[in-house]
């Protein structure tokens, strides 16, 4: 990945993203010396995107394996109720 420090974009403009996504695929902003941001093309990020949904859908299914799941509507909104409370 290539950083471009936030005065590099604020002189050179989005031309410096475009140069580092082109040849990294990625370009991390960095502030004051740290990373604050990471910029993907719109392609990569919607396959991270995707594999986010793949991955949530698995761990349903694997939950509806393991019984941990329910129909009563009453009982979710208690379950979380009783879990905002916790947070």
Request: hydrophobic share 35%; with cysteine.
């Amino acid at each position: 990945m290539k950083y471009v420090t936030a005065n590099e974009l604020k002189r050179n403009g989005i031309s410096v993203v475009n140069e580092a996504i082109a040849e990294y695929g990625e370009a991390g902003i960095s502030v004051r010396g740290k990373r604050e941001f990471v910029v993907l093309d719109n392609e990569t990020y919607e396959h991270l995107r995707e594999c986010e949904i793949l991955a949530a859908a698995a761990e349903v299914r694997e939950d509806i394996k393991a019984g941990r799941y329910h129909t009563n509507t009453e009982k979710h909104l208690a379950d979380l109720k009783a879990y905002l409370k916790e947070s």
